[in-house]
């Protein structure tokens, strides 16, 4: 039997919000969100919010905005009733955050919700009033010792949604992204002051007429803040101003690009793609910039009208908006780089130690005894059989691999270890003659090439160039992997003490556990962090160094933290390498098992065998 056909019926108001706090209510946030935003759209100078359990038990905001009238309390709950628009026309030339009418009420119908408001003397009324709505059901509408402007407090949200309660998240995380939104739409509204409280502390405060940097610099580590670029271009009409990062301080995530339309934060795929761009061959493809962009441009030219949350905006003209984002940030980036550098360097002064630099893992390094003494398991004497370990290399020579020693033997055995000048035609004298010390599985070492790359051949003569930081990278962080969790740490004879950005703290007290787990040893106290023992892949100036890119929040994850271990400990680009410290990397390389990339991704070795050179070399199409 057929089921019996429903007739179309209009649904009572209590369900029409529920569905419609589906689109705007998601979490706690984003109803702190539209309070926050109907209290400076009503002028306010000022706005507390209090937050218990993250949002769920109560979000209460207080404002000193112009109030709403008695009268008026009523129609403020009631769906599509909105003091922003009165006709078309205001709708296509918006300078409101709200204009919609569906918050309060939405907020209202899945929660118990009170508003006490009062109008000033001033404007003919001076008594407040307080409304009361159970899930959407108006309860009470009582007076109110309110002198002045305007209280919200909204209860136990969801509970009558057990559906959508069950998708939040910890209290921690509900309090962390309500402090986030509260942080970005400070920045957007300078003039007024913000204060954030929870579970009976002060977990925000942002005093008003601050400076867009002030105010990025309660919430950006120092290392961030001082990377800043300024930017301000206005093209055809359409300005963009705020700060971009250099590209040195990057991290692994994107959410420290904030976007703002007309003073609205917003979510916009297009203007994301500029500061993307604006980027490109300054950051690799799995690094994201910071930056911080102010878009404003006539609001006819922009249709905000586009979803409930109004987070998301559509352009008249996208390609002119596209196109004044990429030239403000290139030539901010451009202006940045145009600043002298330090002076560079004196590699001279670092070339005698090779490429241990102050490195005090001998396990993962060549060893040898004196200038004239090959490194042990580095590579074969002309005419040997290659090996195809590394202990099967070092027996071959009646020598052991490099056994563990303490911090102090292994700097001492690299201080003073005597060093063959390599001869250059420059200096008058004769340059070594060249040779092909054979490696592990049939590769012969032929040496390096701009003291970067380090030039192998294989048995079918293939030509292959290797990158000497990519690839002593991987290796690194193979014994990195194997040692996280051992605890292994090297004692310092002097602590290193960090100063904390109070973002920093909070960042400590998240990864304390990873860190520890590193090698670290660390003591928090007040505003400072002790490092009172590193890793021992870490020297003091790199330890120091991760530290300060860990709490700033550009490593998430322990592997992220291992890989950049690794890339600081590693040899760099432009050390010069003599033939068995170059031998014995190559060695250990072609030792691990994921060998053609680094941690990062990047490529360690390229190769190009007979076919592909004489391709290179026009010798065929």
Not at 471 to 484: G, I, N, P, S, T
Request: charged share 25%; net charge neutral.
């Amino acid at each position: 039997m057929s089921e019996k056909k429903r007739r179309i019926v209009l649904l009572p108001p209590e369900l029409r919000n529920q569905i419609a706090a589906g689109e705007v209510v998601e979490r706690p946030a984003s109803a702190l969100k539209e309070l926050v935003e109907n209290s400076l759209d009503a002028g306010a100078g000022r706005i507390d919010v209090t937050l218990e359990n993250g949002g769920q038990s109560l979000i209460r905001v207080q404002d000193d905005g112009c109030g709403i009238a008695a009268e008026d309390l009523e129609l403020a709950v009631t769906r599509h009733a909105t003091s922003k628009i009165e006709n078309f026309h205001d709708l296509e030339r918006l300078n409101s955050y709200g204009f919609r009418g569906e918050a309060l009420p939405s907020i209202a119908s899945v929660s118990r919700f009170s508003i006490a408001s009062a109008v000033s003397p001033a404007d003919g009324q001076g008594a407040g009033y307080c409304l009361e709505v159970e899930h959407g059901r108006i309860a009470a509408l009582r007076p109110s010792a309110l002198h002045r402007g305007t209280v919200v407090e909204v209860r136990d949200l969801f509970a009558n949604v057990p559906a959508r309660l069950k998708f939040l998240k910890s209290p921690s995380t509900e309090l962390r992204r309500a402090q986030e939104w509260l942080s970005r739409i400070a920045l957007a509204r300078l003039k007024a002051g913000f204060t954030l409280n929870s579970g009976g502390r002060e977990a925000l405060r942002f005093l008003p007429d601050q400076s867009l940097r002030d105010r990025l610099a309660q919430i950006w580590p120092a290392l961030i803040m001082d990377a800043l670029l300024p930017v301000d271009m206005e093209r055809h009409g359409i300005r963009v101003r705020g700060f971009a990062a250099a590209p040195q301080v990057s991290q692994p995530r994107g959410d420290r690009i904030l976007l703002y339309v007309n003073g609205r934060p917003v979510i916009d795929k297009g203007l994301l793609a500029a500061v993307r761009e604006a980027y490109k061959g300054r950051l690799t493809s799995r690094d994201y910039p910071q930056a911080v962009l102010f878009v404003d441009l006539d609001p006819a030219g922009v249709d905000v009208n586009v979803h409930p949350a109004k987070s998301e905006v559509r352009f008249r003209d996208s390609a002119a908006v596209f196109s004044a984002a990429l030239g403000a940030l290139r030539n901010a980036l451009i202006a940045g780089s145009a600043v002298p550098d330090a002076p560079a360097e004196d590699k001279s002064a670092h070339a005698p130690r090779g490429f241990w630099g102050e490195i005090d893992n001998p396990r993962l390094l060549p060893r040898r005894e004196s200038a004239g003494h090959t490194a042990a398991f580095a590579y074969c004497q002309p005419g040997q059989t290659a090996h195809s370990s590394l202990a099967e290399a070092a027996s071959a020579y009646g020598e052991t691999a490099a056994q563990p020693r303490s911090a102090e033997e292994s700097a001492a055995s690299v201080s003073d270890r005597p060093r063959r000048p390599i001869a250059r035609e420059e200096d008058g004298r004769t340059p070594r003659p060249p040779h092909e010390p054979p490696l592990p599985g049939r590769f012969a070492y032929l040496g390096q090439v701009a003291e970067t790359y380090l030039a192998l051949r294989d048995d079918s003569g293939a030509l292959i160039l290797v990158d000497q930081h990519a690839a002593h990278e991987r290796v690194l962080f193979e014994a990195a992997q194997k040692d996280a969790f051992s605890g292994k740490s090297r004692p310092l004879a002097l602590p290193l003490e960090l100063r904390l950005h109070p973002s920093e703290k909070a960042r400590f007290y998240e990864l304390d556990k990873h860190l520890r787990s590193l090698g670290f040893e660390l003591a928090c106290a007040d505003a400072s962090l002790l490092v009172l023992a590193t890793p021992p892949l870490l020297s003091r100036a790199h330890a120091g160094q991760f530290l300060r890119e860990a709490l700033a929040g550009r490593k998430d994850d322990l592997a992220e933290m291992l890989a950049s271990m690794s890339c600081k400990g590693a040899v760099k680009a432009g050390q010069r390498l003599t033939d068995d410290e170059a031998a014995g990397l190559l060695a250990q390389w072609l030792a691990v098992a994921e060998r053609e990339y680094c941690p990062h991704g990047r490529p360690c070795m390229l190769r190009w065998d007979a076919a592909a050179l004489e391709k290179l070399f026009k010798r065929r199409q």
